[in-house]
């Protein structure tokens, strides 16, 4: 099953980013976090977080 965000806000991506960071090790088993991103084309090194997918297990 996949959860895609859709959201075009950045704080429902950081927001996500940062919940499941915090998660306990045994918690993550459970999900997977897939950041969907490309280069920025300014900023030699820096990725754009176009949308966030979220995998459930």
């Not at 996949?2 to 950081?14: A, D, L, T, V």
């Not at 940062?18 to 920025?40: C, G, M, Q, T, W």
Request: proline letters at 5%.
């Amino acid at each position: 099953m996949m959860w895609n965000c859709g959201c075009p806000s950045f704080g429902c991506i950081k927001s996500l980013a940062r919940n499941y960071a915090v998660l306990s090790e045994e918690h993550k088993a459970y999900f997977e976090l897939a950041l969907i991103e490309e280069p920025d084309p300014v900023y030699m090194g820096n990725f754009i977080i176009r949308d966030v997918e979220l995998w459930l297990s």
